[in-house]
């Protein structure tokens, strides 16, 4: 019999994790990497598959050790089946919802998307194979796909190498990049989210 | 085990982020529309308690389990690669809603198109590879 204590851990680990859960739990996952000598920084496995695919005949960016970054692969592996494990075992009670504010149901109203409160879902239906067949679908996965593998090199690293890493390393490039993140995505969501949804 | 370690961590990261709903478009949506603490709670507290682990590495002069001291590279100084390469990270960013490490993780969960996303980042660090000579830094 598997006993009555694993059942709750089961029920309170599938609760929503708040912020100041998922902050410091990076910090440990950045903090156990040093450790073992190694960064953190998700993006670079791009790098790593080009690679691996044989890019370093085509340009010389992808010339390098790569088969010395087969951890971070393995990191990106384990996410992978995290995601699995969170999304079918670990499940919220209230299913897999995105509890955002009343504010962002209202902006997302403005845009198109009629949600009530309480019923925005985690993932959005536009990651769908079908959803590739319009052209909304295939500006987000394959033109926000490309956006993000350019600029996550160009820029040396995504939110984990920049936002976590370099910011707790006090590094003011990397400073320079989240102000970058952060001067994009609101030209996006300002700009530019008005005239791909609606 | 030398690198199932890996596996392990990840899997953390992954369970984390989902969990904490970071992996949502509606999340990132929300965060760049300053409607919730929620995402910046998680990004602020995350580089708080990294740097204070961070200061602690460095003071105590730690030693990694490869023997070494650890040491964290200093980033380039110049700040155009940055600014510009940031600029088309966040457009991507905000209008996938993902970033590379919540893609893993929802592909793993079974939005099985993001392979989509993945090639397509793919050819972006590539397509960046070709040109890097050509772009200011």
């Given at each position: ?34 450790f073992f000598g ?9 790098r790593v598959m ?149 | ?137």
């Amino acid at each position: 019999m598997v006993p009555e204590w694993l059942f709750q851990l089961k029920d309170f680990i599938s609760q929503p994790w708040p912020w100041w859960v998922a902050g410091p739990m990076i910090a440990l996952i950045m903090f156990i990497l040093l450790f073992f000598g190694k960064e953190f920084g998700i993006s670079s496995n791009f790098r790593v598959m080009c690679a691996a695919d044989g890019a370093g005949d085509m340009a010389d960016f992808f010339k390098y050790d790569w088969k010395s970054q087969g951890w971070n692969l393995l990191v990106a592996l384990g996410a992978m089946f995290g995601g699995y494990l969170a999304s079918h075992y670990f499940a919220s009670p209230d299913g897999a919802v995105a509890h955002v504010s009343g504010a962002t149901i209202e902006s997302l109203k403005q845009l198109g998307f009629n949600f009530q409160e309480g019923q925005v879902p985690l993932v959005p239906e536009f990651y769908s194979w079908e959803a590739l067949f319009s052209w909304r679908g295939l500006l987000v996965i394959v033109v926000g796909g490309f956006l993000v593998g350019f600029g996550s090199r160009y820029a040396g690293g995504c939110t984990s190498g920049h936002a976590i890493s370099g910011m707790s390393a006090l590094q003011l490039g990397s400073m320079y990049a989240v102000i970058g993140f952060f001067m994009g995505g609101l030209f996006m969501t300002y700009v530019l989210f008005p005239l791909i949804f609606n | 085990m030398r690198m199932s370690k890996y596996i392990l961590i990840g899997i953390l990261l992954g369970m984390t982020l989902y969990k904490a709903e970071a992996v949502s478009w509606y999340r990132i949506f929300e965060m760049f529309h300053f409607q919730s603490f929620h995402m910046y709670g998680i990004i602020f507290s995350a580089i708080a308690v990294g740097a204070v682990a961070v200061q602690l590495i460095k003071r105590t002069h730690m030693k990694s389990t490869e023997g070494t001291e650890i040491v964290i590279q200093d980033k380039d100084k110049r700040w155009q690669r940055y600014i510009i390469g940031g600029f088309v990270f966040g457009l991507g960013w905000a209008l996938a809603g993902i970033c590379p490490g919540p893609m893993f993780i929802l592909l793993g969960s079974g939005y099985t198109v993001l392979i989509v996303f993945l090639l397509s980042a793919m050819t972006g660090t590539f397509v960046y590879g070709l040109l890097r000579s050509k772009l200011p830094h």
